[in-house]
């Protein structure tokens, strides 16, 4: 349970903790008690932990791709590439982006005045949905918002592309077919978990505006929120 990828897994864990601690409990007590209301201070806080959260558990799962290609490309050198020292620059490095992008973004979002309709049309304080609550044009941020989407999505997701490049061609130059099929296995959690976290949040914040209705937002933003936090210890267990 030191090894690595145990460590790693650990921090993905605490994340999707508490990602939903931060979204399901309210929603339920709303939902059980029929007073769908919360302060302006609690829905800042919700769209910076979210913000946070999201962006740190992204950045997480690409580095993680790294760690199955040093295991399956390089695993003489496995110990020296991923020693305690590489772990602790990942977990932090995932950890700092995504505090900063949320702290960022949830200190912005607080200081756009509101004063009409304050009625957020979804079932947590997302930020885009809380944006068009705001009596002042914010087209500009909303720009600087998606720009940063496309980075925090993209640049992690173009690690785990690079990583499983290169472990499919470790893999087809294996003696043995066996050793491929127990190499791809390893890697099987991991792709699935991506998929699901990285399917789900691409559809939500890289679509253009007008093509954006909130009944679709609603329904996917449970898959990253909480049927993947839910699921992926499951996945991960299934090795």
Known sequence: LHSPMYFLLSQLSLMDLMLVCTIVPKMAASFLSGRKTISFVGCGMQVGLLVSLVGSEGLLLGLMAYDRYVAISHPLHYSTRMSQGVCLQIAGSSWAFGLLDGLIQMVVVMTFPYRGSRVVDHFFCEMLSVLKLACVDTT?????????????????FSIIVASYVCILGAVFHMRSAQTGKRALATCSSHMTAVSLFYGAAMFIYLRPRHYRTPSH?????????VITPM?????????
């Open 217 to 225: 937002d609603k329904v996917i933003s449970i898959f990253y929120t």
């Open 140 to 156: 500009l941020f909303e720009n600087v918002v998606f720009v940063c989407c496309v980075f925090m999505l993209l640049f992690p």
């Open 231 to 239: 699921l992926n210890p499951l996945i991960y267990t299934l090795r």
